[in-house]
């Protein structure tokens, strides 16, 4: 059984940095995209950070470029979001995800299995 719980969340000021983490069951990451998709209230969702299939390349939203950085350690079966320089309207619920289906992030929206989210609100 898949499965993936996100921890890390919380209340940080503007100019804050958080670790979001994710961890992983049931899969080896090695065949599935993974990454990170937030949804704030009223708003749909939108991709954060994926990281590639097969060779581990990252893609970012624009609105995070040079601020957030996606990692693994498939030793610990860990996923990991770092965020810093965070800004109000990064405020949202973010969702690990892990895609079989997806090989390139760049061929399409991350989906496959979700956790239950965690969190982040940025106070300004």
């Known amino acids: 059984e898949v499965q993936l719980v996100e921890s890390g969340g919380g209340l940080v000021q503007a100019g804050g940095s958080l670790r979001l983490s994710c961890a992983y069951s049931?899969?080896?990451?090695?065949?599935?995209?993974n990454g990170w998709l937030r949804q704030a209230p009223g708003k749909e969702r939108e991709g954060v950070a994926c990281?590639?299939?097969?060779?581990?390349?990252?893609t970012y939203a624009d609105s995070v470029k040079g601020r957030f950085t996606i990692s693994s350690d498939k030793a610990k079966n860990m996923v990991y979001l770092q965020m810093n320089s965070l800004k109000p309207e990064d405020t949202a619920v973010y969702y690990c995800?892990?895609?079989?289906?997806?090989?390139?992030?760049?061929?399409?929206?991350?989906?496959?299995?979700w956790g239950q989210g965690t969190q982040v609100t940025v106070s300004s």
């Open positions: 995800a892990a895609d079989p289906l997806l090989a390139y992030c760049k061929d399409g929206p991350l989906g496959g299995y």
């Open positions: 049931g899969f080896t990451l090695d065949d599935y995209a």
């Open positions: 990281m590639s299939k097969w060779d581990d390349s990252a």
